[in-house]
């Protein structure tokens, strides 16, 4: 059912906008783009360039990135034991987007890579904030505690955050387009950017899964992981960079989206429980359809004008962000 909802909502968000595209005109057009079938009479040229060269691959894009993000969000919940916690906890977003921010306001660009030159840097950026976030917890951690991880992440966010800020408004002709990038867009994605962030999602949810085992042993905590025989302290490290990886590139790519990777895996557990062979991989599709329709939702409620993506999610997942808190803070009475 799940999949069938994540077909459903690429569906939706491919055949609805200015132009709107029935179903039945939509699999016409894939047809005739993927395996040369002839098209209807009643489908125009400009449809098809409509849904094939802008809405499906920003269609896939969202998709992917909301499963990126969902994915980390999973893992970085169980590695810290916190239901709050996301690669956004660690620095990653705050990294990736000063990288972003440099690359803006200096106008560099990387002769061998061209246009990968933006999602390039602030990826090495958000994984760079990440490394140092591990390194400087180890010093202070010999035994690498959530709460120290946690901690150090913030700091750091926060550091980061002002540099970007300083940043922003030293370059005010640059201002409006740094503040625009923090807030997240799938406009302008090519099929080449859903190819990149396709196989790292392919590759990053394979390599996640491999630990869904270990996973399932660290909600229990430290202490009983390492009774079961599970290295917590590599453990940590393997995953949080893995997850980091997810972040760094869905960000590097879109800007900067928040609360995907906090709603997702409360969902996917609510449904299909805490095993996160399961959770891991329902987490990727709920999340994916997720974005597609907050995406669908940005570019159609206020027609012509364009919303941020981030302000969407953000409305949906400030009111969830508080739920999760205070939930918790009842439990604990």
């Not at 809405?55 to 916190?82: D, I």
């Not at 140092?132 to 959530?146: E, H, K, P, T, Y």
């Not at 030293?170 to 080449?192: A, D, K, P, V």
Request: contains cysteine; proline residues 4%; charged residues 10%.
């Amino acid at each position: 059912m799940l999949f069938f909802i994540c077909l459903l909502s690429l569906a939706v968000g491919a055949g609805a906008g200015s132009v709107p595209i029935s179903p039945a005109d939509v699999l016409a057009i894939l047809g005739n783009r993927l395996f040369s079938l002839p098209l209807p009479e009643q489908i125009s040229a400009n449809q098809v360039s409509i849904l094939w060269n802008l809405r499906l691959p920003r269609c896939l894009c969202a998709f992917l990135v909301g499963g990126a993000l969902a994915a980390s969000g999973t893992v970085m919940q169980s590695v810290l034991r916190n239901p709050l916690a996301s690669s956004y906890t660690l620095g990653v977003s705050s990294g990736a987007s000063l990288g972003a921010a440099l690359v803006i306001v200096s106008g560099f660009a990387l002769p061998a890579v061209g246009f990968l030159t933006l999602p390039l840097t602030g990826f090495v950026f958000g994984l760079g904030t990440v490394f140092a976030v591990i390194a400087f917890a180890s010093r202070m951690d010999r035994g690498l505690q959530n709460q120290t991880i946690i901690l150090t992440g913030m700091v750091f966010s926060l550091f980061v955050n002002a540099l970007l800020t300083l940043l922003s408004v030293l370059e005010q002709n640059y201002m409006q387009q740094l503040i625009l990038w923090q807030m997240g867009s799938f406009s302008g994605r090519s099929w080449e950017e859903a190819g990149i962030l396709f196989v790292v999602l392919f590759a990053g949810v394979l390599y996640l899964c491999l630990f869904s085992g270990q996973m399932d042993m660290m909600t229990f905590g430290e202490e009983a992981a390492q009774t079961m025989g599970v290295d917590t302290k590599r453990g940590k490290r393997k995953l949080i960079v893995a997850a980091s990886l997810l972040t760094g590139t869905a960000v590097c790519f879109t800007g900067t989206i928040g609360f995907i990777d906090l709603i997702a895996p409360h969902v996917a557990r609510k449904v299909f429980g805490p095993a996160h062979r399961y959770a891991l991989p329902v987490s990727v599709l709920f999340g994916g359809a997720f974005m597609v329709l907050a995406d669908l939702a940005a570019r159609t409620v206020l027609s012509p004008t364009e919303l941020p993506v981030g302000a969407v999610t953000a409305l949906i997942g400030a009111p969830f962000f508080a739920w999760v808190y205070f939930k918790g803070r009842r439990a604990e009475a």
